[in-house]
């Protein structure tokens, strides 16, 4: 057998930005920039914005996972949001008032911060995102959503479920609508590219009229007329609805009924995990002819011990995504029970009455696709 070349890396080897080989264990190795930012620190020094991006810079090259082929770079943002989540999730299982100021607190205010600092360097790399009203695109958001649904799984999975109270049935409904939801939002990543063929040659005149296809300000491609330009995505998608920051990607006519599906069974997923785990740890009331639905019951002794904490931090953090989940389930259902897109719904505000049959009927629409939704002329 060939010894193996200097040249292979091994999993925990990599290419620094220097050139030079390195390993993971010598992460914290030979770091200037780390050194003279303590040392300003200590001797309480004004720091420079330039030591400050050499030192982000170090950290963005220093950061990676074992890989076969050698060590890999992991997006700071998205090892933030991975390590977050656990952190506030055992702080929120110490008492009710470290669970009502971590998740009432804490978390809106750093992902704030996080979103703010994001933004932040969004503009100063490219100031024209201020005039454009353009969205900045990064990995955190997908990645904190994630890593959230990772950590509350895992902790259902190790707290709640070793309690040895939830049954088969009770576990096999809520698998299923994990997968369910899952699955929609797969489906509504995969489905998210725009997706749009160029015009055929014989409808040259209909573009030249144009009653189907018209010339897209900002990319400068024929699109079709109902067609919208997406300045986060950089490209037209046909009846866009909305650029979704958490899922990074474009909702339109070709995912969107996915994209309410996604929501609505997940929403139901995060509700009645939250239920099982509050079930557990408080006395259950189980509802007449529904053994399946158990409701908590005389929740007094819910931090009595580290593992009830954490169950109950659990569940309080499963209540908070379902409530913004639903929130967003009522504002799909509003845009359409009215027959729009939310895009446009933002832009006119209409809250003129709707009639039984009309609401039907957009319904119809939006999931069979009967007709086409209106759409104005400033779409891009």
Not at 20 to 36: F, G, K, M, Q, V
Not at 194 to 201: E, N, V
Not at 210 to 227: H, I, M, S, T, Y
Request: hydrophobic letters at 45%; charged letters at 15%; proline letters at 5%.
């Amino acid at each position: 057998m060939a010894p193996p070349s200097d040249d292979v890396l091994c999993c925990c080897e990599y290419v620094s930005a220097d050139g030079e080989r390195s390993h993971l264990l010598a992460s914290c190795c030979n770091c200037e920039a780390l050194d003279l930012v303590f040392d300003r620190c200590i001797r309480c020094s004004p720091i420079e914005s330039s030591l400050v991006e050499r030192l982000h810079s170090t950290v963005a090259d220093r950061l990676r996972v074992p890989w076969p082929s050698g060590a890999i770079k992991v997006p700071a943002s998205v090892a933030f949001s991975v390590a977050l989540m656990p952190c506030f999730m055992l702080l929120a299982a110490i008492s009710l008032t470290a669970t009502l100021i971590t998740y009432c607190l804490l978390l809106p205010c750093v992902v704030y911060t996080v979103h703010r600092h994001i933004k932040d360097i969004a503009v100063s790399r490219d100031p024209q995102l201020l005039s454009k009203q353009t969205r900045h695109r990064s990995k955190f958001y997908i990645s904190f959503l994630l890593s959230s649904l990772f950590w509350c799984y895992f902790f259902f999975m190790t707290q709640v479920m070793n309690h040895l109270e939830i049954n088969a049935i009770e576990s096999l409904v809520l698998h299923a609508l994990c997968g369910t939801s899952l699955a929609c939002l797969y489906i509504t990543r995969d489905r998210s590219a725009p997706r749009l063929s160029p015009p055929a040659a014989a409808e040259v005149d209909v573009i030249e009229s144009g009653n189907a296809w018209r010339l897209c300000d900002e990319c400068v491609k024929q699109v079709p007329a109902f067609a919208s330009h997406c300045r986060t995505c950089n490209a037209c998608f046909l009846h866009r609805d909305h650029h979704c920051l958490w899922l990074d990607c474009c909702i339109s006519s070709s995912n969107d009924r996915w994209f309410v599906c996604s929501v609505a069974v997940g929403g139901t997923a995060l509700l009645y995990a939250a239920l099982l785990a509050l079930s557990v740890v408080c006395r259950p009331y189980v509802l007449r002819h529904s053994s399946l639905l158990p409701l908590p019951h005389l929740c007094i002794y819910v931090y009595a011990t580290w593992k009830s904490g954490l169950s109950t931090s659990t569940a309080c953090l499963l209540l908070m995504l379902f409530t913004a989940s639903w929130l967003l389930l009522v504002q799909q259902v509003v845009c359409i029970a009215r027959g729009v897109r939310l895009r446009q719904w933002k832009r006119s505000r209409d809250t003129s009455r709707l009639t039984l049959a009309k609401v039907m009927q957009n319904c119809f629409n939006f999931w069979f696709r009967w007709s086409s939704p209106p759409v104005t002329r400033r779409s891009c």
